[in-house]
C-alpha cells in the first residue's frame, strides 16, 4: 500500500472515531447543529480523501451518507432516534468496506446491494426527493482547472484527460446522468487522441471549447429537470462527432447553444473559492509512523545511558575539584536531556479520548443483545497516557465492560424490584496521580458477592481450606483474578464474571499497573487500574542483594526503613515474617531467599525494608542495601532473553553492564 493511502486510512479512522463519538453520545438527547456540521465535514472529507486515491466503491456510498446529512443540515429531513441507529450501523459498514477495499478484497455485488439498501432507508427518512446539489462545488473546480489551462494555452493531453476523467466520475457518484454521458463523450475525443499517439493541440482547444461552454448548461438543465434540452445537446455532438478522415472524433463546429434555464448550481458559484482541503492542509499536526517516534525514543534512551557512563567516569576522578567542575557540566547535560526525553514523550502521548470513543460501540453492541438500557458516561478525556500503553490497555478495559454488562447491569425488570431506574450506569474515567494513570470503571450493577467467588476457587482448589478462613472480604473479592475461575451460572458467549480475569491481571501487570476493585452488593462494582505513564525511561532505586545489583522502579516504593525487633513478628505455623507497621499486619519476602542468593545480612534489623504495594496490599521487600537513584532505560527482557521469574526488563548501566529490573507483583505470586 502506498504511502499517500495509508496516510488517508491514518485520518479515517480519526474521523471515524469522531463520527462514533457523536452518534453514540445521542441515545438520549437530540443532535446539536455544531454536531450535525461535525458529522457532514467528516463525511465530506471522507469522501475527498477517499476519492484522491482511488477508492471508488467508498467513495460512491459516503456520497450518499454526505448528501443525506445535508438535506438534514438543511432541515429537509427530519432528524430523529432512527437516524442515529441507521447511521451507526451504516457507519460501521463504511469501516468494513474501507478495510475490503484497502486490501483488494472488497465484494463488489455486496457494495451494490448495500447502496440499494441504502437509499431505501435515506428514502424512507425523506417527505420528498430532494435534488442531489452537494459536490456541484468540486465539479466546478475542475471546470476551473480546466479553463485555466486553456486560457493559459497549457494544453498538456495527459493533463487534460486526467481532469475531465476526474469530472466523469464526480458526475456519476453525483448520480448527475446527462452530464456523465456530455463528459463521456469528451473523454473518449481526448482517449483516441491517447491511444494514437496524436497531440494536436489545436483539437485539444476545440474539445475544451466544447465542454466549457456547454456544461454549465448541461448541469443548469439537469438539476432544473429539463432533461429533453440536455438530451438535444447531446444529440447534437453525436451527429457531428465523426470526422472521416481522422481514427479520433472531433467537433467541426460549435453546439448551438440552448437557452439556460435557471441554475441552482450557478447560484452556489461561489463555492468554487473554498479549498475543500483547507483544514488538512493548513493544519498546525503532522501524521508522523510510530515506528519513527520510537526510533527517536531509542536515540534518546542510547543517550540516557552514555550520561549514566559519564557520571560513573566522574566517579573515578580522585581530583575534587576537577569531579565537582565535571558534576556541574554534566548536571547541564542531565536537564537537558531530561527534556528532551519528555518532549519525546509528549509526541507519543495520546488523549484517553483515543480509548473512550471506541467504547459507547462495545457497549451498545452488547446491551443491545443482552437487551439491557445502559447509559454510559466517561471522564477525563484529556488525560494523556502513551500511545503504546493505551493499546495495551483496551483488552482489559473491554474485557471488564463486557462482564459488567453480562453479570454486573441488572435487566430492567431486575432493576424496578430494586427499586433501582431502569437504566444501568457505567463510568469511565481517567486522571493522573504521582507519575501514573488511575483508570477507573465503574457499574451500578449488582455487584460481586465475595463469599460466592471464596467458595468457588475453594470448590476448584484455587485456595485452601485454611487459607478460606483467613481471608479478608477485599482478599476473597480478587479471586476472581484467579486463573480459570467463574462463578457464572451458566456459559455467557459474551463473557462470564471470572473468566478471563486472569488475562486482565496478566495484561495489567505486562505493563507495571496494579489492579485493585471495589464492590457492594447491589450497588455496583469498580476496577481501578493504576499504570505507569510510560515504560520507556522510568527511575528506579539501585539495590543490593549479596554481591548482586538490582534495580527497584521507584514507583513501586512507598517506603524504606531499616527495622526494629518491636515491629517484627515470626509466624511459628509457617516459619514466616511479618511486620507490625502503624496497625498494619504486612507479609516480609527475603528477596535473599527467592533468587537463591548468599546475603550480607540475615538479621531483618541488619538490612533494609522496602515497602511496596502489589494490588490493594503491603508487601515488605528484605535486602541487603540502597544506594542511589537513577533514571534507567527498560529493554525486554523477553524480546532481548527469555522470561525470568521476578525480573521484569533490563537496563545498560553506566558502566555498560546489564542491570536487572525487578517484577514485584511476580515476586509476591510466586512466593505465595
Not at 279 to 291: A, W, Y
Not at 644 to 661: C, E, P, Q, W, Y
Request: aromatic letters at 6%; zero cysteines.
Amino acid at each position: 500500500m502506498d504511502e499517500l493511502k495509508q496516510v488517508f486510512l491514518e485520518e479515517a479512522k480519526e474521523l471515524f472515531e469522531n463520527i462514533n463519538n457523536i452518534l453514540f453520545s445521542l441515545e438520549d438527547r437530540e443532535i446539536s447543529v455544531e454536531e450535525l456540521d461535525s458529522l457532514f465535514r467528516d463525511y465530506h472529507t471522507l469522501k475527498g480523501g477517499s476519492g484522491s486515491v482511488g477508492f471508488e466503491q467508498f467513495v460512491k456510498i459516503v456520497h450518499l451518507l454526505e448528501n443525506f446529512l445535508d438535506n438534514l443540515k438543511n432541515n429537509k429531513i427530519k432528524y430523529t432516534s432512527e437516524i442515529t441507529d441507521f447511521l451507526i450501523d451504516i457507519t460501521e459498514e463504511l469501516e468494513l468496506i474501507l478495510h475490503n477495499e484497502a486490501n483488494n478484497t472488497l465484494d463488489i455485488k455486496k457494495v451494490e446491494s448495500l447502496m440499494i439498501l441504502i437509499k431505501q432507508k435515506i428514502h424512507s427518512f425523506e417527505n420528498s426527493k430532494t435534488l442531489d446539489i452537494k459536490g456541484g462545488s468540486e465539479i466546478l473546480d475542475i471546470l476551473e482547472k480546466l479553463k485555466f489551462l486553456k486560457d493559459s494555452n497549457q494544453l498538456s493531453l495527459d493533463e487534460i484527460f486526467r481532469l475531465v476523467h476526474t469530472l466523469k466520475s464526480g458526475a456519476m457518484i453525483l448520480e448527475l446522468d446527462s452530464f456523465k454521458e456530455f463528459v463521456s463523450i469528451i473523454e473518449s475525443q481526448l482517449m483516441s487522441m491517447r491511444d494514437l499517439n496524436v497531440v494536436d493541440e489545436a483539437k485539444i482547444l476545440k474539445i475544451l471549447n466544447i465542454l466549457l461552454e456547454n456544461s454549465e448548461t448541461i448541469l443548469n438543465n439537469e438539476l432544473s429537470g429539463d432533461i429533453f434540452l440536455n438530451e438535444q445537446i447531446i444529440s447534437n455532438m453525436n451527429n457531428q462527432i465523426f470526422d472521416k478522415q481522422e481514427d479520433f472524433v472531433l467537433f467541426d463546429e460549435p453546439i448551438t447553444p440552448v437557452k439556460k434555464t435557471k441554475s441552482k448550481l450557478k447560484n452556489k458559484k461561489s463555492d468554487t473559492t473554498k479549498k475543500h482541503f483547507k483544514d488538512i492542509i493548513s493544519s498546525s499536526s503532522i501524521r508522523v509512523n510510530l515506528e519513527k517516534i520510537e526510533n527517536l525514543m531509542n536515540r534518546v534512551s542510547d543517550l540516557v545511558i552514555t550520561k549514566s557512563m559519564l557520571y560513573d567516569y566522574a566517579n573515578s576522578f580522585e581530583d575534587y575539584d576537577i569531579r565537582y567542575s565535571f558534576y556541574e557540566k554534566l548536571d547541564v547535560l542531565d536537564r537537558n536531556v531530561r527534556e528532551l526525553q519528555d518532549s519525546v514523550m509528549s509526541v507519543r502521548m495520546i488523549a484517553m479520548e483515543s480509548i473512550y470513543s471506541k467504547l459507547p460501540k462495545i457497549i451498545r453492541d452488547i446491551s443491545k443483545r443482552l437487551k439491557k438500557k445502559v447509559k454510559f458516561e466517561h471522564y477525563g478525556d484529556n488525560v494523556e497516557i502513551d500511545k503504546l500503553m493505551s493499546e495495551s490497555l483496551m483488552d482489559p478495559i473491554t474485557h471488564i465492560l463486557r462482564n459488567a454488562l453480562d453479570h454486573g447491569i441488572e435487566t430492567p425488570e431486575e432493576r424496578k424490584l430494586l427499586n433501582k431506574p431502569p437504566e444501568g450506569k457505567i463510568v469511565v474515567s481517567a486522571s493522573q496521580e504521582s507519575g501514573n494513570i488511575v483508570l477507573k470503571i465503574a457499574d451500578d450493577g449488582r455487584g460481586i458477592d465475595a463469599e460466592k467467588v471464596a467458595k468457588k476457587a475453594l470448590e476448584n482448589g484455587v485456595i485452601s481450606e485454611e487459607e478460606y478462613q483467613r481471608m479478608s472480604e477485599n482478599e476473597k473479592i480478587m479471586l476472581i483474578f484467579a486463573p480459570g475461575l467463574s462463578t457464572a451460572n451458566k456459559v455467557s458467549d459474551i463473557s462470564g464474571r471470572g473468566v478471563g480475569m486472569d488475562v486482565v491481571m496478566n495484561n495489567i501487570n505486562a505493563i507495571g499497573g496494579k489492579i485493585k476493585v471495589e464492590t457492594k452488593l447491589n450497588k455496583g462494582t469498580t476496577f481501578i487500574i493504576s499504570i505507569p505513564l510510560t515504560l520507556a525511561i522510568l527511575d528506579g532505586l539501585n539495590i543490593k542483594i549479596g554481591d548482586f545489583d538490582f534495580i527497584i522502579p521507584l514507583n513501586m516504593i512507598i517506603e524504606s526503613f531499616q527495622p526494629i525487633d518491636s515491629i517484627i513478628k515470626h509466624v511459628i505455623e509457617d516459619n514466616n515474617e511479618i511486620l507490625i507497621l502503624r496497625d498494619e499486619f504486612i507479609p516480609v519476602i527475603r528477596l535473599h531467599q527467592f533468587f537463591n542468593i548468599k546475603p550480607k545480612y540475615i538479621n531483618l534489623t541488619d538490612g533494609i525494608i522496602i515497602i511496596s504495594m502489589v494490588g490493594n496490599k503491603k508487601i515488605a521487600l528484605f535486602i541487603d542495601e540502597f544506594s542511589t537513584q537513577s533514571q534507567i532505560v527498560v529493554k525486554s527482557l523477553n524480546k532481548n532473553y527469555k522470561k525470568v521469574k521476578g525480573i521484569n526488563a533490563a537496563t545498560i548501566r553506566g558502566d555498560g553492564s546489564v542491570g536487572l529490573i525487578l517484577d514485584i507483583q511476580n515476586i509476591v505470586e510466586e512466593y505465595k
